[in-house]
């Protein structure tokens, strides 16, 4: 373990910004012009984001046995194993082809939770969402919905544009990374690496409660064969569901492990809970393993799983233990646009939302 000791968490951790109730308004109603636009093309309610899906897997979380006290803690505080389903998407409300290329995100489901749930979480799973990259594109949530504003105008628009654009910037991207520079705001436009989903590794980007501790989660590939697919680029030229091919090809042949970890936060200076466009120094703040989700080869989509995860259910970080409360102003204005995006698609569908 880290020398510095892990930050006690107490409520005043958070800083709640007197604007919050008018931003998350702003959310919901521009969030609206992507669900309604969608919803009339396709005639069909999609996700507000990560609409695409790529593949949806079935799997295990085995908790691990002698961990300290600081890192045993909510889900994580007694050793088992627990039933997971998972999501891989891409971050767009509208379904693009995949040489568009966009940030991954990686929603993971954990059954037969027990504890005391999250006001207003259904059920008895913990959800936890992660993307492949480390911080946010926007330090709060009135700048998010700028950003996003902007991005509502052109949903189900301009496809041709909009794959020239990726091309451009996946070109700058890759420069600025050759000098050591990451640029959310640039992939989040289209200039992510067009990289296999497999391959990657996600994090929550923003801080939740651990326990009685404040940590941000990764998930990290470990198995030889998902390894092997590390930043390994996907031709989706006149392909526009690569990325959903190559994960059910490689899934065919697959067996999956990956490491659940926790980086605890030991400074509010150094590790923020308010702004999540602050990397967290891992000298500082390292990962921590304290579970492993293992994915036995299989079908990545299979007709009755898809029905059953990607039309019938949501994934919400405000769905889980009260253990694991997300925190700062971008959590909290997910909890009530989450729904909202919910309840569309649950209206516009006729399929009732509901947890396993």
């Known amino acids: 373990m880290n020398d510095a ?10 800083e709640i ?4 109730a ?7 109603q521009t969030f609206d012009t992507i669900l309604e636009t969608t919803a009339q093309d396709y005639g069909h309610a ?6 695409k899906a790529h593949g949806i897997l079935e799997g295990r979380l085995e908790i691990l046995g002698d961990l300290p006290q600081e890192l045993a803690q909510g889900l994580f505080a007694m050793p088992g194993e627990h039933k997971v389903l998972l999501r891989l998407s891409t971050n767009a409300g ?8 966009l940030p991954r995100g990686l929603a993971v489901k ?8 999250l006001p207003g979480a259904a059920g008895t799973t913990q959800d936890f969402i992660m993307v492949n990259g480390p911080v946010f594109q926007a330090r709060t949530a009135d700048k998010f919905l700028g950003n996003l504003k902007l991005l509502a105008g052109t949903t189900d628009r301009m496809q041709g544009v909009k794959k020239a654009m990726s091309s451009v910037l996946r070109g700058v991207n890759t420069a600025l990374e050759a000098v050591g520079i990451e640029s959310p705001k640039i992939a989040s436009l289209g200039g992510a690496p067009n990289a296999n989903p497999l391959g990657e590794t996600y994090y929550s980007v923003t801080p939740f409660r651990y326990g009685d501790h404040v940590a941000k989660f990764s998930l990290s590939p470990v198995s030889p064969g998902l390894l092997a697919l590390k930043d390994n680029v996907i031709d989706a030229h006149d392909r526009p569901d690569a990325i959903r091919e190559t994960v059910q090809a490689g899934m065919r042949d697959v067996d999956g492990v990956w490491e659940f970890r926790v980086q605890l ?13 602050v990397r967290w120094d891992e000298t500082e703040a390292p990962f921590h393993t304290v579970a492993r989700i293992t994915v036995p080869r299989q079908d990545s989509w299979d007709a009755a799983l898809v029905q059953t ?6 994934f919400s970080v405000w769905t889980g233990l009260a253990a694991h409360q997300p925190l700062g102003n971008i959590n909290r204005a997910r909890r009530d646009t989450y729904r909202h995006s919910a309840e569309f698609r649950q209206r516009f569908n006729g399929c009732p939302i509901h947890e396993p």
Request: glycine share 4%; proline share 8%.
């Open 265 to 277: 936060c030991r400074d509010l200076e150094r590790q923020p809970v308010e702004d999540p466009t």
């Open 110 to 117: 954990v059954l037969d939770v027990k504890g005391e749930r």
């Open 94 to 101: 509208d379904i693009l082809p995949d040489a568009i290329s």
């Open 46 to 51: 999609v996700r507000s984001v990560h609409a």
């Open 5 to 14: 000791q892990a930050l006690r968490y107490y409520p005043a951790v958070e």
């Open 22 to 28: 008018e931003t998350i308004a702003g959310l919901n």
């Open 17 to 20: 910004r007197p604007d919050e």
């Open 309 to 314: 995860v990607n039309e019938e259910m949501q």
